[in-house]
T-cell receptor
Framework: DTAVSQTPKYLVTQMGNDKSIKCEQN?????MYWYKQDSKKFLKIMFS???????INETVPNRFSPKSPDKAHLNLHINSLELGDSAVYFC??????????????FGPGTRLLVL | GESVGLHLPTLSVQEGDNSIINCAYS??????FIWYKQESGKGPQFIID?????DKRQGQRVTVLLNKTVKHLSLQIAATQPGDSAVYFC?????????????FGQGTTLQVKP
């Protein structure tokens, strides 16, 4: 009964491979996010979807492609993985309810290591 | 540009003492602020939030103070416990944003000594 879940928890892969990370939330929220946390713990937003519509698209290489099949799911596909993609990727969700009132709930993270 | 930062990367306190974690932000248009706690190997967990029309908000053992004049945010933890050991992040949301975008600070590691 985890609120925001991600799979896999760990992902070790070779440079150049293509991989996907999946996220699901059972909170009934309408907005989902992907964040990247680097080795210095810095958290940066990558993408956000509201009701399956892309609303935040930060300066991210186009090797990263999010996809939201429905409001409860937001996946992240990464093509041609590079060493610098190694990080922890967090999914989060929130319910839009007026400006400045949304708490984002985070998943447990996916630890990606590119060799 | 926007930036949210924390004054100290690591804070070490004795169990039972009060902890104060500070955060400075640069965007005067930000109207909503949040503190998150991240334990090792886990995702950030919501602690407390505050809107810009308030200067203080209290939760259970935690208090957030907002000083818009100097663009400063602090998190006070009363009677710090070993379970409070974690990395603490402040985050801000720009007032004109309708996307829910949060900008996170770099985090302060709180170490609680028994």
């Amino acid at each position: 009964d985890t609120a925001v879940s991600q799979t896999p928890k760990y992902l070790v892969t070779q440079m150049g491979n293509d991989k996907s990370i999946k996220c699901e939330q059972n909170l009934g929220h309408d907005t989902m996010y992907w964040y990247k946390q680097d080795s210095k713990k810095f958290l940066k937003i990558m993408f956000s979807y509201n009701n399956k519509e892309l609303i935040i698209n930060e300066t991210v290489p186009n090797r990263f492609s999010p996809k939201s099949p429905d409001k409860a799911h937001l996946n992240l596909h990464i093509n041609s993985l590079e060493l610098g993609d190694s990080a922890v990727y967090f999914c989060a969700s929130s319910q839009r309810k007026g400006r400045g009132q949304e708490t984002q709930y985070f998943g447990p993270g996916t630890r990606l290591l590119v060799l | 540009g926007e930036s949210v930062g924390l004054h100290l990367p690591t804070l070490s306190v004795q169990e039972g003492d009060n902890s104060i974690i500070n955060c400075a932000y640069s965007n005067s248009a930000s109207d909503y602020f949040i503190w998150y706690k991240q334990e090792s190997g886990k995702g950030p967990q919501f602690i407390i939030d505050i809107r810009s029309n308030m200067d203080k908000r209290q939760g259970q053992r935690v208090t957030v103070l907002l000083n818009k004049t100097v663009k400063h945010l602090s998190l006070q933890i009363a009677a710090t416990q070993p379970g409070d050991s974690a990395v603490y992040f402040c985050a801000e949301r720009e007032g004109s944003s309708n996307t829910g975008k949060l900008i996170f600070g770099q985090g302060t590691t709180l170490q609680v000594k028994p």
